[in-house]
């Protein structure tokens, strides 16, 4: 039985503000305040159980190894004597955005009838250019039944690849054959357009889609320079309904009438600027909100706490609920931790649809495991993280330990 499962990173001990994200202007906003990372964990937690308790189907990834000694040994350094952004990088809990882990072609849509993921390079970011070593060896775990799944090494540099973040499937329902849009940059004004076209056209390649069923799209320069460093901060699919802000796509009408080609059926709720500013769109994450399809079939949306406190974007979601629009429920979350760095609800997931008995079922998550992974994080993460603090030894020490004991007590040692 194939099933959307979103996958969430868990937030690492080591969740930190360092400012290391051009482009992404929460991140840069934010440059050394104080983090909490044992509240960001448990907010990332919550919406986890309130999407299980919702009849979702749930699973997790694991934070990875921090600090990445591995990557610093590589570049004939240590802990102790690296600069101060290689030590941030080495810091990072960036892989707790895991619609950046990977990009995800379910069954339906493959060739040889496997689901595939790609796990992403992230070259753009070198905070995050080490991040896939261990995502993929994750995801080689997690889905290892190569009768179901096929997990590929990365697009090789410099083909900028930022995974699901810039990808999005249509289609009638999840189990069946669907659209698949890739969204590249070109420019972004001051900042980098992180995903690239060469990148989307050889993940397509070798997920084995079919070409008349795949597009490619340019994302607007404009909302780049804007702040959308990804295109999930403009535009958002389920199923037959993408949501997206007017200034998303650099040819919107072009896109628009691929799509309806290709996918009759499809609703396309479109956001005009004069309802929502993009800037408001940005700063609030409507966009970046997790569009669920409920048990009931009804679609919600998962939304951030910033979503409700600004006013254009949450009077616009009054009146689309009040109307006849297929967003039927709005959900709302407290994940400032993860916000104040640019992450959204829908950052926190990667979509897979496959079906749940497939994978590895410590990646899979039910009430009594959840409440073992809080009983670690209270227990084990940093209550706060000043970023001057990075450079202490104890510190580091301590983010082992905090993930070694979470590990351990999910059975998945052999991460460490
Ligand atoms: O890549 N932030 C992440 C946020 C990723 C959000 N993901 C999606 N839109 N899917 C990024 O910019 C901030 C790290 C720092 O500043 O310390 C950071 O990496």
Same mark, same amino acid.
């Given at each position: 039985?194939?099933?959307?499962?979103?996958?969430?990173?868990?937030?690492?001990?080591?969740?930190?503000?360092?400012?290391?994200?051009?482009?992404?202007?929460?991140?840069?906003?934010?440059?050394?305040?104080?983090?909490?990372?044992?509240?960001?964990?448990?907010?990332?937690?919550?919406?986890?159980?309130?999407?299980?308790?919702?009849?979702?189907?749930?699973?997790?990834?694991?934070?990875?190894?921090?600090?990445?000694?591995?990557?610093?040994?590589?570049?004939?350094?240590?802990?102790?004597?690296?600069?101060?952004?290689?030590?941030?990088?080495?810091?990072?809990?960036?892989?707790?955005?895991?619609?950046?882990?990977?990009?995800?072609?379910?069954?339906?849509?493959?060739?040889?009838?496997?689901?595939?993921?790609?796990?992403?390079?992230?070259?753009?970011?070198?905070?995050?250019?080490?991040?896939?070593?261990?995502?993929?060896?994750?995801?080689?775990?997690?889905?290892?039944?190569?009768?179901?799944?096929?997990?590929?090494?990365?697009?090789?540099?410099?083909?900028?690849?930022?995974?699901?973040?810039?990808?999005?499937?249509?289609?009638?329902?999840?189990?069946?054959?669907?659209?698949?849009?890739?969204?590249?940059?070109?420019?972004?004004?001051?900042?980098?357009?992180?995903?690239?076209?060469?990148?989307?056209?050889?993940?397509?390649?070798?997920?084995?889609?079919?070409?008349?069923?795949?597009?490619?799209?340019?994302?607007?320069?404009?909302?780049?320079?804007?702040?959308?460093?990804?295109?999930?901060?403009?535009?958002?699919?389920?199923?037959?309904?993408?949501?997206?802000?007017?200034?998303?796509?650099?040819?919107?009408?072009?896109?628009?009438?691929?799509?309806?080609?290709?996918?009759?059926?499809?609703?396309?709720?479109?956001?005009?600027?004069?309802?929502?500013?993009?800037?408001?769109?940005?700063?609030?994450?409507?966009?970046?909100?997790?569009?669920?399809?409920?048990?009931?079939?009804?679609?919600?949306?998962?939304?951030?706490?910033?979503?409700?406190?600004?006013?254009?974007?949450?009077?616009?979601?009054?009146?689309?609920?009040?109307?006849?629009?297929?967003?039927?429920?709005?959900?709302?979350?407290?994940?400032?931790?993860?916000?104040?760095?640019?992450?959204? =609800?829908?950052?926190?997931?990667?979509? +897979?649809? #496959? $079906? %749940? @008995?497939?994978?590895?079922?410590?990646?899979?998550?039910? /009430? *009594?495991?959840?409440?073992?992974?809080?009983?670690?994080?209270?227990?084990?993460? =940093?209550?706060?993280?000043?970023?001057? +603090?990075? #450079? $202490? %030894? @104890?510190?580091?020490?301590?983010?082992?330990?905090?993930? /070694? *004991?979470?590990?351990?007590?999910?059975?998945?040692?052999?991460?460490?």
């Amino acid at each position: 039985m194939l099933t959307e499962i979103n996958f969430d990173g868990i937030v690492g001990p080591s969740h930190n503000y360092a400012g290391l994200s051009l482009g992404n202007l929460a991140s840069t906003r934010n440059r050394g305040s104080v983090s909490r990372p044992r509240d960001a964990a448990l907010q990332g937690l919550a919406k986890m159980r309130a999407n299980l308790e919702r009849g979702l189907a749930q699973g997790w990834f694991m934070p990875l190894p921090r600090p990445d000694t591995r990557w610093l040994t590589r570049l004939g350094t240590d802990m102790a004597s690296a600069d101060a952004a290689l030590r941030y990088g080495a810091m990072s809990a960036s892989s707790m955005w895991a619609a950046n882990a990977a990009t995800v072609s379910p069954a339906p849509d493959t060739a040889d009838g496997r689901c595939h993921l790609t796990v992403a390079n992230l070259v753009t970011m070198p905070h995050r250019s080490h991040e896939w070593v261990d995502t993929l060896a994750q995801l080689r775990l997690a889905f290892a039944n190569e009768n179901a799944f096929a997990v590929h090494e990365p697009v090789p540099p410099p083909f900028g690849d930022e995974g699901a973040a810039n990808h999005m499937r249509l289609c009638a329902a999840h189990g069946e054959s669907g659209i698949e849009v890739f969204v590249y940059g070109t420019s972004g004004g001051p900042f980098p357009a992180r995903q690239h076209r060469t990148a989307s056209e050889s993940v397509a390649r070798l997920h084995g889609l079919d070409p008349a069923r795949t597009v490619f799209a340019q994302q607007s320069e404009a909302a780049i320079a804007a702040g959308a460093f990804h295109n999930d901060v403009v535009a958002v699919a389920n199923e037959r309904v993408l949501f997206a802000h007017e200034a998303a796509f650099a040819d919107k009408d072009g896109l628009y009438s691929e799509l309806r080609a290709k996918l009759p059926e499809i609703e396309i709720v479109e956001v005009p600027e004069s309802a929502v500013p993009l800037g408001d769109a940005i700063t609030s994450y409507l966009f970046n909100a997790q569009l669920v399809t409920l048990p009931t079939g009804e679609q919600a949306l998962v939304l951030p706490g910033e979503a409700q406190a600004t006013p254009s974007v949450w009077s616009w979601l009054q009146g689309h609920v009040a109307g006849n629009g297929p967003i039927r429920q709005l959900f709302v979350h407290d994940l400032r931790e993860s916000m104040a760095n640019g992450g959204g =609800p829908a950052c926190l997931r990667l979509r +897979v649809v #496959a $079906d %749940p @008995a497939m994978v590895d079922p410590r990646f899979m998550v039910d /009430a *009594a495991r959840l409440a073992t992974a809080e009983a670690v994080v209270r227990e084990m993460w =940093p209550e706060e993280i000043h970023a001057d +603090v990075l #450079a $202490d %030894p @104890a510190l580091w020490e301590r983010v082992v330990d905090a993930r /070694a *004991a979470l590990l351990s007590k999910l059975g998945l040692e052999e991460l460490r």
